[in-house]
């Protein structure tokens, strides 16, 4: 199982550009993402960063995380259905004549307007940044953030905090394989996923904290906090 957020290793363009470049640019969009309310510019700007990946064969690893973006998309529909009523309505959650009532719940074109906005938005900044892990080396991603002297502090914070979410997922896996090697059986569908979370998650917390204790005390054995390279 490939690793999420981790670097693969390419000769692409986007594996040979400058990283100071590509933070830039990721600086850019995440910019023009937050200012423009845009659905085309917006989409555009996902379309662009999707084409780039392709070209640079990364494709595949942005495309495995459709399912949650999409997840995301239809929750803050739904929020934005109950909180935003605006525009015209398209139509009703429920329909008139169910249970006997009038219909209520109405999906005004505001409501979809702004939580297309809000998706896409999503989408290009996550696209944008994942490419930026998985075309640069961490080495490379480290120096280039000293050399924009950033707090050496905060660059070790955010390189241990991307080293931890690929640890994060195998340890996910083993934990979900052990379980259904001993017979654990959640159902299927959506309430089967829901049902394995809690026995996944509690182990999976545990041991992410004994690993935290380990790997501060291996920063404090290797001298971190004197200050000397």
């Given at each position: 199982?490939?690793?999420?957020?981790?670097?693969?290793?390419?000769?692409?363009?986007?594996?040979?550009?400058?990283?100071?470049?590509?933070?830039?640019?990721?600086?850019?969009?995440?910019?023009?993402?937050?200012?423009?309310?845009?659905?085309?510019?917006?989409?555009?700007?996902?379309?662009?960063?999707?084409?780039?990946?392709?070209?640079?064969?990364?494709?595949?690893?942005?495309?495995?995380?459709?399912?949650?973006?999409?997840?995301?998309?239809?929750?803050?529909?739904?929020?934005?259905?109950?909180?935003?009523?605006?525009?015209?309505?398209?139509?009703?959650?429920?329909?008139?004549?169910?249970?006997?009532?009038?219909?209520?719940i109405?999906?005004?074109?505001?409501?979809?307007?702004?939580?297309?906005?809000?998706?896409?938005?999503?989408?290009?900044?996550?696209?944008?940044?994942?490419?930026?892990?998985?075309?640069?080396?961490?080495?490379?991603?480290?120096?280039?953030?000293?050399?924009?002297?950033?707090?050496?502090?905060?660059?070790?914070?955010?390189i241990?905090?991307?080293?931890?979410?690929?640890?994060?997922?195998?340890?996910?896996?083993r934990?979900?394989?052990?379980?259904?090697?001993?017979?654990?059986?959640?159902?299927?569908?959506?309430?089967?996923?829901?049902?394995?979370?809690?026995?996944?998650?509690?182990?999976?917390?545990?041991?992410?904290?004994?690993?935290?204790?380990v790997?501060?005390?291996?920063?404090?054995?290797?001298?971190?906090?004197?200050?000397?390279?």
């Amino acid at each position: 199982m490939s690793e999420i957020m981790s670097y693969v290793p390419a000769g692409s363009f986007l594996h040979r550009m400058p990283v100071l470049l590509k933070i830039a640019a990721i600086t850019g969009i995440v910019i023009a993402s937050v200012l423009t309310h845009s659905v085309a510019v917006l989409g555009t700007m996902v379309l662009v960063i999707g084409v780039a990946a392709g070209v640079a064969g990364l494709h595949r690893e942005l495309v495995r995380q459709l399912p949650l973006l999409f997840f995301l998309s239809v929750f803050l529909l739904l929020l934005t259905v109950v909180t935003l009523q605006s525009g015209d309505t398209l139509f009703l959650l429920i329909p008139p004549g169910m249970g006997g009532s009038a219909g209520a719940i109405p999906v005004t074109l505001g409501a979809v307007d702004f939580t297309a906005v809000l998706s896409l938005r999503f989408f290009a900044m996550l696209f944008a940044f994942q490419l930026l892990i998985m075309s640069t080396k961490p080495t490379e991603l480290t120096n280039a953030l000293i050399a924009l002297h950033l707090p050496i502090d905060y660059v070790l914070m955010f390189i241990i905090a991307l080293r931890f979410i690929p640890s994060l997922q195998l340890e996910g896996q083993r934990i979900h394989e052990a379980q259904m090697a001993r017979g654990y059986n959640p159902g299927n569908g959506m309430l089967g996923k829901i049902r394995s979370l809690r026995p996944l998650l509690i182990p999976l917390v545990s041991n992410s904290l004994a690993k935290t204790r380990v790997l501060g005390l291996t920063i404090d054995m290797r001298g971190y906090r004197t200050r000397v390279r």
